[in-house]
């Protein structure tokens, strides 16, 4: 996360005084029962330990509170997983940066031709057929850069929650491509 996001973030929230936005690794949040609420947007796919990521989260939680974390499915998206992370993986990840911006407008002219060609199988597509080319490219090029790219499928992104042992664990599938998954820490531990 970049001081930009940071600063997007604490404009949006300034309507809550108590909202805190800050910036630490999942691996240190270092606090414990604080948070009504604690989530995660797009991290925990991309790093080597979201166990230990989540067992952070749960800690930080109050009992009672809720756990969250938005994850890439990896139901409607096999084809990433099959074509594209190969590609990410050996060419894409370890190039440089303005070699994959750049070749990152060819595969982003092909998925809007795509989108203008009628590509609407799953909502997904719907959503983003109607985002401008740079918005798209800002998607395309986010997919060809991490080092590490996980894809969980349903039971998967619900097991990440249920050995932090989280109660209640649900998920909701977002737009037919990712997953939010929800859990509440429990409000007694055993002795």
């Given amino acids: 996360m970049d001081h930009r996001s940071l600063a997007a973030a604490r404009r949006n929230l300034a309507c ?3 909202a805190q936005v800050e910036h630490r690794s999942a691996y240190e949040i270092n606090e414990a029962n604080r948070f009504d609420i604690v989530f995660s947007i797009g991290v925990l796919h991309h790093i ?3 166990d230990v990521a989540v067992a952070q989260m749960v800690k930080a939680a109050r009992p009672g509170g809720t756990v969250m974390a938005w994850l890439y499915g990896h139901e409607n998206n096999e084809w990433i997983v099959r074509w594209f992370d190969p590609l990410r993986n050996l060419i894409f ?3 440089p940066l303005p070699m994959v911006y750049y070749t990152s407008h060819g595969l982003t002219a092909l998925l809007w031709l795509a989108l203008r060609l009628g590509l609407s199988r799953i909502e997904y597509f719907r959503l983003i057929r109607s985002f401008s080319y740079r918005h798209l490219q ?3 090029f986010d997919h060809m850069i991490p ?3 996980k894809y969980y499928r349903r039971d998967e992104a619900m097991a990440l929650f249920e050995r932090a042992e ?5 998920t909701l599938w977002v737009n037919e ?3 939010t998954v ?6 007694k531990t055993g002795a």
Avoid: C, Q
């Fill in 182 to 187: 929800i859990g509440n820490k429990p409000t």
């Fill in 138 to 140: 800002a998607i395309v």
């Fill in 48 to 50: 080597d330990s979201p």
């Fill in 16 to 18: 809550f005084p108590a």
């Fill in 93 to 95: 990840r370890h190039a």
């Fill in 166 to 170: 989280l109660e209640n664990v649900r």
């Fill in 177 to 179: 491509m990712s997953w």
């Fill in 147 to 149: 080092k590490i790219a």
